[in-house]
């Protein structure tokens, strides 16, 4: 087999980029699709509610280069931005995420470069949601090139917060009267009594589920 090689030591174009963040993403999107039919096939539950993924745009990347004190340049992109391909899972529980997170981070050709958990450390704004940096091997036909991805779990409730957060910030370009952090703050807060809830209903269900069924087959014996 042939000896990976790191993403800048190979690439000198923007289509090339592209091309490669692109497979990385349909790599990692099959893996997640194949964990998903199969949980749903052993333990007849499926833990994911959705998956979408996106490439960066070209404005976003620029922008995170300059923030960060970065040239404009494809090598600094490769090297600096690490979300430029990313995917999204949304669960319905917490349990869910953590569930997840091990299984990607078993699978063997798939390299965890980096976790941050946002659930048990939110940001400072009240953002939670687990991510995972990794990277994927794409098999061209003259070499190897190891290509990373950004993988974010988080619940329905996580999902629904964030995406309102980013759009208010947009529109304050980052820059939000403090009320309004506040308030967001809050919110989150809620979002997260919301979540913890959810989970100690749903392992009620499960657990209800489990006797009802003991006690039916008890019956049956007797």
Not at 129 to 151: A, C, G, N, Q, W
Not at 162 to 191: M, Q, T, W
């Amino acid at each position: 087999m042939d000896t990976p090689v790191t993403f800048n030591e190979d690439v000198d174009s923007w289509k090339t980029v592209m091309f490669l963040y692109n497979s990385a993403l349909k790599e990692v999107g099959t893996k997640l699709e194949i964990l998903r039919d199969e949980f749903q096939y052993i333990h007849k539950y499926n833990p994911i509610e959705y998956i979408k993924s996106r490439i960066k745009e070209p404005e976003s990347i620029v922008k995170k280069l300059k923030r960060n004190g970065y040239e404009s340049t494809i090598d600094n992109m490769v090297t600096y931005v690490k979300d430029i391909a990313g995917i999204r899972i949304v669960c319905s529980f917490t349990s869910d995420i953590y569930r997840l997170a091990e299984m990607i981070g078993k699978q063997n050709d798939l390299t965890v470069v980096s976790v941050k958990d946002y659930i048990k450390n939110p940001k400072d704004s009240g953002y939670k949601s687990y991510h995972m940096l990794v990277t994927v091997p794409i098999f061209l036909s003259d070499r190897v090139v190891d290509t990373k991805v950004e993988i974010q779990i988080r619940t329905i409730a996580m999902d629904f917060w964030a995406s309102l957060e980013h759009k208010i910030y947009y529109k304050f370009e980052g820059n939000a009267p403090e009320y309004i952090s506040r308030d967001l703050r809050e919110c989150a807060g809620i979002v997260s009594m919301l979540d913890a809830k959810m989970l100690s209903l749903n392992e009620a269900i499960l657990q209800a589920k489990e006797e009802q069924e003991e006690e039916q087959e008890l019956n049956k014996d007797t």
